[in-house]
């Protein structure tokens, strides 16, 4: 069946930096486009970006436009989020999301931007 694992969150200082992963299986990874939604406590769940099926092409929201990089690794089955110069609102759990109609999703991943 459709499995997106996350991966990589965790408690890091402002200005800091981490690498979120997710692992795709069950479907043909290659064919879909990937994107990063995440969702602050009390908050809906916000689009963070997007990366097309070949990786050449990214779209970033714009609140983290210019910190964090979308990647892909269509042989590793895997979609990377870079997020560096956290600040406390990136706080959230982050989730990876693809499918026909963006109905595959994953469990999620805490991050928390805190001192």
Known sequence: QV????SGGGLVQP???LRLSCLASGFTFSSYAMRWYRQAPGK???LVGSISITGFSTNYADPVKGRFTISRDNAKNTVYLQMNSLKPEDTAVY???SGPNR???GQGTQVTVSS
């Open 3 to 6: 499995q997106l694992v996350e």
């Open 103 to 105: 109905n595959y999703w």
């Open 15 to 17: 200005g800091g930096s």
């Open 95 to 97: 989730y990876c999301n």
């Open 44 to 46: 809906e769940r916000e």
